[in-house]
């Protein structure tokens, strides 16, 4: 069965409610058509895990100014002025994360561990209703998996059997959150066929990756 399918049917698996990551960082690596299409079928209550909500007007953003969104997980929200906005106003449920820790959260939901142990947040409102151990003599905080229902990543280069090439600094949070969800669609710029990969170029392998979405040029409009 092949993985390739089209960003309809892509946007067709994605329903209310659900809980979804999206890769990226501020952009760079977040599955902006995947995005787009999502706010275009005005799917709504979704829980959103993310590096981040986006810069006002990119495709990100517009999840939350669309209101698809119901609660955030994120490291900030600084960067679109609306997600701090809906939280102030009591209409986003929004969770900060410090960076590192959600990092490991979602690396701990993708290798089947139980949690992570960290000392990042003691003393501080983060530690709020967690348990805390104390290892040889450091006090440490549990911070739990997260897992989603799906993750939409963005690649730069997929075979037909899902194993993935990413560029360069747009790898950030995709091959982490590819292990963490229980469905995976990737967003590419290019699909080759099996064996045109080498393998030590995969970065996530395709028994992750569940479908491709092959990414649609656009239009180039010449001014003058």
């Known amino acids: 069965m092949t993985k390739v399918i089209s960003l309809e049917e892509a946007i067709s698996k994605i329903e209310n409610g659900m809980t979804i990551m999206v890769g990226g960082f501020i952009g760079c690596g977040a599955p902006g058509q995947l995005l787009e299409g999502i706010c275009q079928k005005e799917t709504k209550e979704l829980t959103l895990i993310a590096n981040d909500t986006g810069i006002l007007g990119d495709a990100m953003s517009q999840l939350i100014v669309q209101r698809c969104v119901g609660k955030l997980i994120a490291t900030h929200i600084g960067t679109n002025k609306e997600t701090g906005k809906q939280m102030s106003a009591g209409e986003l449920d929004v969770k900060l994360v410090p960076q590192g820790t959600l990092v490991e959260q979602i690396r701990a939901a993708g290798a089947g561990l139980g949690g992570i142990l960290t000392p990042t947040g003691i003393g501080t409102i983060v530690e709020d209703g967690k348990q805390k151990l104390v290892v040889n003599g450091t006090e440490y905080l549990l911070e739990l998996p997260v897992r989603a229902n799906v993750a939409l990543l963005n690649a730069y280069k997929a075979d037909k059997?899902?194993?993935?090439?990413?560029?360069?600094a747009a790898r950030n949070f995709n091959p982490l959150m590819a292990m963490a969800a229980d469905m995976v669609i990737a967003q590419v710029d290019y699909i080759v066929e099996v064996g045109e990969i080498d393998p030590d170029e995969v970065m996530t392998p395709g028994i992750f990756?569940?479908?491709?979405?092959?990414?649609?040029?656009?239009?180039?409009?010449?001014?003058g």
């Open 161 to 168: 059997a899902g194993n993935l090439v990413y560029r360069r």
């Open 209 to 223: 990756v569940d479908f491709l979405v092959q990414k649609q040029p656009r239009e180039v409009t010449n001014i």
